[in-house]
Nanobody, 112 residues
Framework: QVQLVESGGGLVPPGGSLRLTCAASGSTFRIYTMDWYRQAPGKERELVATITSEYVTTYADSVKGRFTISRLNAANMVYLQMNDLKPEDTAVYYC??????WGQGTQVIVSS
């Protein structure tokens, strides 16, 4: 079965850092664009970052310069390094890809 599993969320103070991991299934992981989305309470799900099969990355304006998406195809992994976290980054973060699949989400809370 196709599966995406996120991990690495938690509670951090403003200015802190977290590294999220998405573990994907499948032998063709390397050919897919992979994404990170986030959804704060009461808000629509928002695209945060994208990385293509050719390692081209894009970011939402709100996270540019602070977040970095990367992938390790040999391990079927996607990462989101989040630095200088702000309270407005608080959300559930979701991995997306493999022709439209979603992970279960991991909670990030930025608070002092």
């Amino acid at each position: 079965q196709v599966q995406l599993v996120e991990s690495g969320g938690g509670l951090v103070p403003p200015g802190g850092s977290l590294r999220l991991t998405c573990a994907a299934s499948g032998s063709t992981f390397r050919i897919y664009t992979m994404d990170w989305y986030r959804q704060a309470p009461g808000k629509e799900r928002e695209l945060v970052a994208t990385i293509t099969s050719e390692y081209v990355t894009t970011y939402a304006d709100s996270v540019k310069g602070r977040f970095t998406i990367s992938r390790l195809n040999a391990a079927n992994m996607v990462y989101l390094q989040m630095n200088d976290l702000k309270p407005e980054d608080t959300a559930v973060y979701y991995c997306h890809g493999l022709d439209g699949y979603w992970g279960q989400g991991t909670q990030v809370i930025v608070s002092s």
